[in-house]
């Protein structure tokens, strides 16, 4: 059993940052996949970024070079650094882990807002 308890998010102006964390408690390993999908308002959830602790991350295109998802193993953590923020990356980000021979586990989702 996982549970994945995520904290950052709230309101930003267009240009700014924000940091996401996900903190898992339970069944993670180094070979764990975690990070974060995203879901915009009437939009299907996407990947966003995410990866094993041991391993590169990989990154949806449209957050390459802005967005920058960094782990801790030893506090369980993965953090979701958000930079230079545009208006479409307004979503609910939610985190999640990938372990084997289970469904994905998911945190409860972290709002970010993004004004022009």
């Known amino acids: 059993q996982v549970r994945l308890v995520e904290s950052g998010g709230g309101l930003v102006r267009t240009g700014g940052s924000l940091r996401l964390s996900c903190t898992a408690s339970g069944s993670i390993f180094r070979s764990t996949n975690m990070g974060w999908h995203r879901r915009a308002p009437g939009k299907q959830r996407e990947f966003v970024a995410g990866g094993t602790f041991s391993g590169s991350p990989d990154y949806a295109d449209s957050v390459k070079g802005r967005f920058t998802i960094s782990k801790d193993y030893a506090k369980k953590t993965v953090y979701l650094q958000m930079n230079s923020l545009k208006p479409d990356d307004t979503a609910v980000y939610s985190c999640?882990?990938?372990?084997?021979?289970?469904?994905?586990?998911w945190g409860q989702g972290a709002q970010v807002t993004v004004s022009s």
């Open positions: 999640y882990a990938l372990v084997a021979g289970s469904l994905p586990y």
